[in-house]
Each structure stands twice: as C-alpha cells, then as structure tokens.
C-alpha cells in the first residue's frame, strides 16, 4: 500500500505538468533506456499521435523506433505479437478505446495466452496504450470505458494512472514488465496537471499496488483512472455532511490489491465503488463482491456502486447525465445505512 | 438454366474441377483495372455527357463545397463537436448520391454526410452525430442512408448484407459504401469485399483515395500498385477514377451500380482524390504534408475543373455561376440559423432505445435520473 | 419466477431428445413459421454444423435460408447487420466460443448499438449463437465460458439453456425478439438428454426469467447452463450434510431475473454463484454483488462464489481441476458461516 | 543510395507523387501469377533438381504418410484428443521445413504438426497441443516454429512482426507461414499481407489450398482466379504451384524465401492440394464431397508422383523404397510407444505461467488446488 496525496507538496524542481507530458516523457525514457522498446501505432509518427502523446518520438528516434502503421488494430497487435516473439518489446498505441476492438482477438486469444500457452518459454513484454473514458465531448466510439472486457482475460495486468506522477511510473513500468499490460489512459485527465518533477522522474515500485490518496474515517470511495479527481471532489463536499472519505486510487485492476482495499473498508465498514464504465458486468460488480467476500462482518451496510448506466455511452450533449458525479456520489454515500437497521 | 439457379446455385455451378485439371477462372472480365484513372472533364468523351447531369453535378459541388465551409466554422462557433470535411473531395460525395436510385442504400463513412445531405437528407439531421446530440439524426429506412460509421470499414460488410438480402428477395436494389483509403487497411473491408463476390451481392465499393488516413500517407497504407488493384484478389472488376472528375467517377459509379443491378455483382472503384483541409477542425495538417502538396492539388480543384467544362461548352455562363452560388449560400445561411438554435434534447432519450422493450433495469436507472433532474430543477 | 423441474414426469408423447435435437427443431420450426428466418455460418449447410445443430436445414429449406458463409467471422457477423438491415432475421452460428472474438468489433460497435443508435428505427434482430464452455476434451480455443465479455456490452441480450426444453423455448424466444441475442449453448449438454415432447415444443413466455430448478430452505445456488446439472448433483449430496439447497437456473444473464434471484436468496439468506468462466471478472461478480446490494440484511454469509480459476481454460487433460465441481460447491456451503459469527 | 536508407526510407521512396501526375507502381515485377500452376515431376526441368534434395523429400513424405497415419490411430485408442491430419498434403507441409534455414522460422496451423516434424522436432512435443497435456509442447525460440495456431490466420500478423523484427536488428532470418484456403478469407490474412508489402518484411506466406474449410468447398470461400491472384492487392509476388508436387513445391518457396533474404520483401505462394482424409477423426467427410473426387485426387498422390520420378530416373529402386518405408514404419513404431506413456500432468502447473511472477490471487487458487489434491490422495 502506498499512501500518497494526488499533487504533493511543491519541491525543489517541480512544476506544473500534464499527464499528457508525463507519458510522453515515460515513452521517451523508455526508447532511450531500452534500444527493444519500439512505439507503433495509427499517426504515432509524424504527427504524434492524435493526443500528442508520442510527439517528437519518431522524429528523435526515427521511424523503426516510432512506427506509422496501416489502419488495422489487429494487424498492430498480431505483429506486435510477432516483434515481442523476437524479443522486441513493442508499446503499441490504440487511438480510441473502441478502435482497440477489432484487435480482442489477437489480445484474448493470443496476447493474454503465449506465456502459459508456452509454459513461460514466450513471454510477451507488449504495452498496449488506450485512452479511455468520456467527457471529452467525444461523439459516439471515442468514449468507451472498456475496461471489463480486459479485467475477464486472464493473463493481462491492467493499468490505469489517474495522477501525472503515476502516469509516469505506471507506464514506464508497465513497458518494463514482462508481461502484456493494457496501459488504459483516461482521456480527460490528459490535460489535467500536477506539480511534478520531470527532471527526475520515477517508476513505481511495482504494479499492482493501490494508493489511498485521501485519509478519512467515515467510509471508502474505490475508484480508479477518470474517476479520481471526482471523488477526491466528492470527499471534499461530503465534509459539509458530516463524512470523512477515504479515496483509494486502484491504479492497478489486475492484479487487484485486496490488501490495500480491504484494509481501508474494514477501518471505514462502508465503501461504495466510483467508476464510469457501465455498471452491469463492470469492474464494480468484481470489487464490490470481493470487498464483501473478504470483509463481510466489518460492513455496516452493502458495497453500493456508482457508475455509468447500463447504456452505450452517450452522445456528446447529453454525457454529463451518464458520468458519475459529485452528488451522486454523495447520495451513494449516504445510502450507507448510517442508522443502523436490522 | 442459369435463370433457374438459386444465387447459391449458380455460384456452385462455377465449382473448379479437382486440380488435376484445376483451371484459373479469368471469366470476370479483364483482371486488371486501367492503369490510369478515368478522365472524361477536358476530353471528347466530356462532350457525350447529358448536359442536365453535369448542371445537376455543378451545383451540387458548389453547394458541397459551401456546406464543408459553413460545417467547419460551426465547429467554430462551438455548434459541432467535430467535423471531418470534404472538401476537395466533393465529387466523389456528390457523384455518389446522384448515382443512386430511390431504392438503392448508401452507406457513408464518417466523412460523408455530404453524399448523404446530396441525396436529399436534411443537413441538420445529417449533422446530428457531429454535433452531438444524438448518435443518428434520421431514420435509415425511410431515407436507406445507413448510419454514419465511424469505426472504419465496418459499414463494408453491411452493405453487402443488405444488398444480399435485397436481391434474395427480388427487389432490384443496389447498395454503394464508401470507405477511405485507410479503411481499405482493416480486415473488414477484405471480409466484405470477399463476401460479396462470393455472393455476387449486388454492391459497389466506392474508395476515396485522398492520400492520407489522418497522417498517414498512402505508401505507409500499401505497396499495391493501386488501391483498385485489390479487386483483383476478389474476383471482381476493379476501376480507377479521377475522384476530382465529376463527371468520370459519375460515370464509373453507373456503370458498376448498372452491372451490380443487372446480376453482375460488386465492383469496387478507387477514386483519387484529396483532402484539401486538415483530417478534422481538430487536426493540424502542416504537421504532416507541406504546402506545395495542397497547392498542386487545389490547382486541381473539382468544381474549378467542371466549372471549365461547362463554360467551354457554353452550358454555363456567368450568371449561372452566381446563382449556383446564391442558392448554395441561402442553403448554408439556413443551415447556420437551423444550427444556431439549441437542439432538442431529451435525457431520457438515454434509456428508450436499447431494448425493443425496456428492462425493469434501465427502469430503475431512468427513474434515478428523472428523480435527479427534478431536484435539479427545483435548485 | 418459473418453478420448473429439469425433468418434467413423463406425460404422454414425450420422449427423452437431447439438447441438439431441441436446438435443432427450432431452428428448423423458425425457418418454418418465418420466411425471414436466415441461418448462417461456417459449415452449417451440408455438414449441419460441427455440432450437428443445423442438420438437415440445408436440404429442406436451401442454402439461401441456410448458408455456409466464407470463413470470416467479423463478415458474418457484419453481414448479418446488413441483412438485419434490410428486414430478415438472421440467426448466426459462430462455431466455438473463441472463434466468435473476431466479430467483438460488429458486436459491440455496431450490433450492441444499432437500435440506441438509430433510436429504435433500426432494431437488428440478430439471434449469435455460440456454443461455449469446457468439460469436452477440446484444446485450446474450444472451451471458454466468454459470458463476461457479452455481460459487460449494453444492447444484448444474453441466454442460456441448461435444459432440453429451455434449449427449445429460449431458442425460439430469442430469434422471435426484435433485439440481438447472444444464444450461449452448452457444450456439454449437446448430448444430455431430458424426458421432452416434440410433437408440442413451446416457446418461453419472454425472455429475462429464471427459473427454480429445485426448491430448498438452507441455501441459495445461482447458476447457468453447463453448471446447472452440476449444481443439481451437489444439491442431492448436500442433504447428507443437512443442507437442502435451492437451485436457481438463471437462463437470461441480461436481462437479469433479480426478482426470482432475490427472493430466493431472501428465504435462504445463504448464496453461492457456481459458473465455469473464470471468477474475476466474471459474471459471479455482479451477480453477488446485486444480490448484496438488494438482500444484504437478509444476509447471514457473504455470497460467495464458485468459478473457473482466473487462468485461460487448460489443456484436456488438465480440464477437470479446473471445473467446477460438486466438491467445491460443497466446500462453498460449508463457509456459509453456518455458526453465527460476529 | 537506397542502401544506406532504412526500411521505412526505402518505402517513402515509393511514395506516389501527387495524382494529378499519379501512376500506377507496377514494378514489383508481373502482377498476375501464373495461370497454370507450376508443376516439376514428370518434366525436363525435374532433370535438374538435386537428386540429394528429391530423395529427403521423398524419404520425408513416406514418413510424413507414416506419421500421419500413426497420429490417426492414435485418436482411436484414445491417446489424442484429436487429429488434424495432413495425409494427402504431405508435399507442402514437408518442402514448407526442408526449404527453411537454421535460423528461419516457420509458423505452422493446427494441422501442420508434420511440417515441424520434419523440420526436426520431437513428434510427442509437436503432439502437445492434440494430445493435451498442454497447450505447446516445445519452446519456440529453441526450434523456431511458433506455437500450432488454432485460431485461423492469426499466426500470420505474428510471422509478420518476427520478420520485421529480424530484418531492424540485422539478422537474415526468414519467417514462412502457414494458412489453409479458408484462412485466407479472415481479416487477419488480409492485414498480415499487407503489413508485410509495406515493411517489406522478409516472410513467406503458403496458402495449402486443399480445396476446403472443413466442409466448405473453395468456391464458397472466394470467386477469385486463383488464391495467388491475391497477392496482386498487396504489391507483392504471387505463385501457384502444384501442392502434390514436392519438388515444385519447393523451388517456389526456395525463390521465395531467398528473395525474402536478399530484402525482396514478401511473397505469397498458393500450393493447391487436397486433404484426403476427414477434416479431423471427429469430421465425416462423406456428407460434403464424395468418393469420386477423393479418388481423383488419390490419383495425384504427391508420394506416388515423386516415387515414379525417382525410379523412372533411377535415383530409387526397391529397395530404397522399403529403406524409406522401414524407417517410416520405426519412426511410427518409436512415437507409438512414447505416446502409449501417460503424459507426466502437474496440475500446478495451470498457476504457474500466468505472470512472470505469480500474483496473490493465483497463489491462492493454487493453494486451494493443492489443499483439495491432497484430500483426493488421502482418500
Ligand atoms: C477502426 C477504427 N480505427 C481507427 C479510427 C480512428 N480514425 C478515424 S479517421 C482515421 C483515418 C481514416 O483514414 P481514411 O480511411 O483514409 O479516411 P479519410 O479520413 O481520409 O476520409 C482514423 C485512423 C477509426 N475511426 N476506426
Ligand atoms: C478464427 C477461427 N474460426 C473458426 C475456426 C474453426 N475451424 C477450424 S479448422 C476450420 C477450417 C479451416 O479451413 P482451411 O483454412 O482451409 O484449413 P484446412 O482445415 O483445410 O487445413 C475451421 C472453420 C478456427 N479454428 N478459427
Ligand atoms: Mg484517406
Ligand atoms: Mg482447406
């Protein structure tokens, strides 16, 4: 577990950046460190991808580094597949959560299987980059929240940074890790900015670690990426009712830190799960059931979820009905049975 | 006897003989496509085109060029969410709607609601996706306009779903679908085009080749000699066509919707052509092409080309210039008012339509959110 | 609610049929009563199927009706929307659950979303039928339980036979809806066979409701398709320990039948979710934590779950360690915490 | 010049000059294949064919036979889960190994596990996956062949990035993949190909047309000339070759692989040929061809067409052909007696190779495993 407040205070060297820079940064450090690393994806070259994400790669490392690929998801992928069967260690870049669907099954029944298919002989170092998430004013396909269908592959680590510092260390160690990670990057918060110190940057320790990322006694917000800032806003507002939140930032869906989760929710006995994909068959179902598995007799009342209907996401003018937001996080919490019933 | 034969049948009847004596099918016409791309603007064959058609084409391309020009500054003026223009391109957009009969389907890509606003659909509706209020502005039967499709080249198979259906039940219907060059990358557009032949579906595939996906130049897209090449692999004609002439991808789009009414199957065509403004309102273009590349190509402008034409030959003639102007800008003036006022929205438009009828689920949801609403309007 | 017996007492004309024969006639009586009525897919004229599902249907009703497509399963899929489109009803069969990823893509972009798309002028009556799950002896690539990945994609419908009726009435309900359906068959129960009268097969009233498949007081088991019969053995061995469990057949995964789910578990106060597909991320989760939510006083245990483990389905011969099975589903109703803790 | 480019510089070269002055590339040489299948035995040019290489193929092809019958049988007593054989299509699958260097890679289908047995690999490792112990029974890297491929023509987009992988570090390491006719129609087929004419990665792809997808007959899987003509839509080479014809069968890869060397970039090879037993021992062939047409093709059997040439030429007599025959029979006897051994299982091993490092979640699981093992032992 790892406690860490979202923009810590200001040291010597830090300033303002975005995730967006952070990530740049990470791939940047990557190809520099490890001569394996190679990014590809749709317009990751010249133009630097369309979130700017790659900028200036291919010009500083050229174009075998930094790759223009054909239009094809899964082609990116199978031949990733194919490089990281090399020993290359290919970070390819989906441009859209839903432009990375045609590639499920390169990734289901290829990328998540080569190492036990190979009893550990073919591992396959691939990061597979995919913003994700809405309230971007995105129209429809380019604000999907696709993350239940990585979560019931096995063999995936899946990622998500909701802070510009882990989107650093997150990334950077995720391309480190000898296994495929899908490295799930939240939209709206590209640009979102924290006090950070570009000039040395760190890695996480390891993946699959939670951070709380506020301290409270009342009850446990879990959520993860885009959510974050949402509830830590939320946290804030419910100190006007009487509730001291704790947030917990997941960072990692798979592997899942029961500990960290489980350690909060038994101090608090209440917690709901904040996330924007759907709720049915989404990550809360998961969390939600393995909170109450794990700490039934702590908890005061069930583990509710706040998320994104049950719906395709919706067009740009009426999204901000679908997002979860401050008050309905609010209500969620005081669902909480605060009077205890029988 | 072929009359009498199922589809199915007849495409059994071309079964090869076991490969002792395997023979190459060569029977769908000449493999290759022409290694130039079809002109006609500026040629003899120019003079052979109906007069109507090419005044028809002329002031549809004047007013598609206006409308990409009125589409982008609304993005401008917040009213879209995005807009991914055409111009350039307007011949292929326009061609391809006037070649449709009333019962024939296009189906655009996300580029193309001006093929669809060219055949007649009413721009606001056509602008729906873009500007956000809701993911289909228009109901597909009743104009057989198919959604527009963002994901690239999934509307292919659709097509030839839809053409396939329509001729196993008889009806003379053709089916044409529009897809970039990037999209000739993804495995549906091969999927697609391969059913189709198999099917001999009755559906013209219509390529615009405008040199770039986003910014990926074509050689980063292929190494084929042409995208019109690919047909070959299908077993279906391939064609090659100026996608700036008007009047030439007019008529190789007729030919194969003809020969695709008349039982002959898909053809896909390749237009090149090209997109004079960047990808979207969001892109920056100079980032990967230069100036001089979109100067030479506006030296090749599609309405500056049959503009020519039609004056050469005295169809049109200063005036006529001015009210094709005119008229194309009281269509964008329209549309701009029409755009101006706040769309009508309905949030619980969100939970209608994803079951035929609605789950006690998404009942409860709703009731979440018109609870939310309420509170929110006492506030 | 329904409260069926899986084998109904023998009543006049009724014979045992297994599932393949029910599936099988109604395709054929779909066919029959519905000119719209297309099936398609990889080997299912001549051959009738890698399963046998659609023996005969070429021959009786021509390759037009049943049509062996091109090995393509995003084309058929793809292909299926347009003629959907165009106002026939196709039923497609995809020939083993993880040859059906390649259409994710049509199923999740396009079919999930037509009707919501076009605001209901465009609904895509497509029936996808996929057999899936293990316990056959298949290698890699044969025997996932995929259900997550339907679950979590608003717009579908999903059903599930475990009995020879259902097999029947589910099969016609689902071709009958106007919605897309994702039609899960059992593979292993292709071959069980149940007392069933051929000679009046009868739909189901709707789909979306489960059924009790064997009354108990101590314990709820809330299960599906190729878990049914698994859950039904455990049941009869239970009652040696003293444990009489009730059974609940969820049939329709979305939509979701929490009405007969709670109020059984509101009876017993004890839970236990029993499928193949791997636990996290699965469909237990949302199944355990809606039934949390909604009967969490009545509560005596967390509702826990019995699942494949979280790896990719193993090699034949390692299959059965994998499964779950009556033991298992035992060991779970033991830690029902059947001593009141605190 | 083009030498000290890179790959990606090469292929800008290429980058078409803007359309107005727009030409068809048609350099990589003719764009049709041949419309006859090449064919070797029975010929002058089979004259010329190292008689050391026709007599590997042809001892490969018996014991390849052998082995294929052997793996049928062993279906039979329960010791496969099941067979995909290759019996009937020995020719491709055996030149698809001989024709590979040392430091090329092969990337087999399902039903190839004859072609990484002749290239060497331990038969009963080769049989992992069909025996089902577990999923791939080798170590890639150590033979280079990649894991048998159940998914159809996914194998290809991986036999793409390994050779582009090789060519940007340097190595002159060829990858030949194999499809069948069905696999050609899935999207994956399509963008392996095309991926690899724009990198011009060094990989051949060999389509064994065997004339069907399980059951579906090949002119239900495409209405092209032939599966070669394919090639034309990727700018690459195509051939068409007589798949029972070893000998041809492998000077058409040889080209192809050396060409891939010398940085020619990819070809596709199409080898037509007929499976003549049932898909798998689970399939029944009878209800979708009959027995005539299998008869045609026992005809052409490709070990009866190369026997006769090497007799007729005197490079085999008798007693050769019971040598090549008695070491079949020890090869089928050997592997029969391995496979009659219980598979060592360590059920643990579903934990195991998940993560590089197990997670608390897995070693959870597999503490409950081992906890109820131990209880099933105690019992
Ligand atoms: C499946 C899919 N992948 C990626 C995208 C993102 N994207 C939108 S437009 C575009 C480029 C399309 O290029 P092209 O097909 O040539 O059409 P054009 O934009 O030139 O009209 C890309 C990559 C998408 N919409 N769908
Ligand atoms: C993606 C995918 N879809 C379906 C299948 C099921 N399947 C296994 S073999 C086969 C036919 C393959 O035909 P072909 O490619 O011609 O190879 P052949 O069996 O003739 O060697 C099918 C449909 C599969 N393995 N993978
Ligand atoms: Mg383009
Ligand atoms: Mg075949």
Redesign the interface.
Known sequence: MTTTAPAPAAAAGTKPASMAQALQRALRDALTEDPTV?VMG??V????G?FRITDGLAADF???RC??????E??I????????????R?VVEMQFD??A??A???L???V????????????LPITIRVPYGGGI??????SDSSE??Y?????L?VVTPATVADAYGLLRQSIA???PVVFLEPKRLYWSKDVWNPEAPSSVEEL?RAAVRRAGRSATLITYGPSLPVCLEAAEAARAEGWDLEVVDLRSL???D??TVCASVRRTGRAVIVHE??G???????????V??RC??HLE?????VTG????Y?????ER??LPGV??ILDAVARLQWEA?? | MTEHMTVMEQRAAHRPAPPPAWKLRTDPGPLLPEAEPRRVLGTPAAAKADPQLLRALYEQLVRGRRYNAQATALTKQGRL??YPSSTGQEACEVAAALVLEEQDWLFPSYRDTLAAVARGLDPVQAL????????TGYDPREHRIAPLS???ATQLPHAVGLAHAARLRGDDTVALALVGD??T????FHEALNFAAVWQAPVVFLVQNNGF????PLH???AAPSLAHKAVGYGMPGRLVDGNDAVAVHQVLDEAVRHAREGGGPTLVEAVTYRLEAHTN?D?AT??RDDEEVAAWRAHDPIVLLEKELTDRDLLDESGIQAARDAADAFAAGLRERMNQD?E?D?M???RH?YAEQTQ??RE?AAQ?RA??EAEDER
């Open positions: 190679h749709e317009d070259g010249a133009l630097g369309v050229g174009e075998e790759t223009d690929t054909p239009l094809a899964a082609g992928l199978g031949t990733a597949v194919g490089m990281a069967m090399y020993g290359l290919p839903a432009f669907y045609p499920f099954e390169q289901i029944s290829h998540s299987r080569m190492r036990n298919r190979t009893r550990g002989a073919m591992p004013g995105g129209v429809e396909h380019h239940a269908y979560l019931a592959t096995p063999g680590h890790s000898d296994d699959g798979v592997p899942f029961d500990a994909a759907a049915f068959g989404g990550p809360g179902g998961e969390i939600a059931a393995r109450t598995e039934f007799h009342a069930p583990v509710l979820r209907f049950d719906i395709p919706p067009p740009p003018m009426l009905h679908h008050d309905r019933e029988s | 969410a995005v729906s996706l873009l500007r956000g209020d809701w993911h963002t994901p690239l990037g999209g990358s993804e495995g549906d996906a986003i910014s990926v980063k897209q292929t969001a920056d980032r990967y769309a929205l949030p438009d969100l939970f994803i689920q998404l949801q959110l939310e609403l």
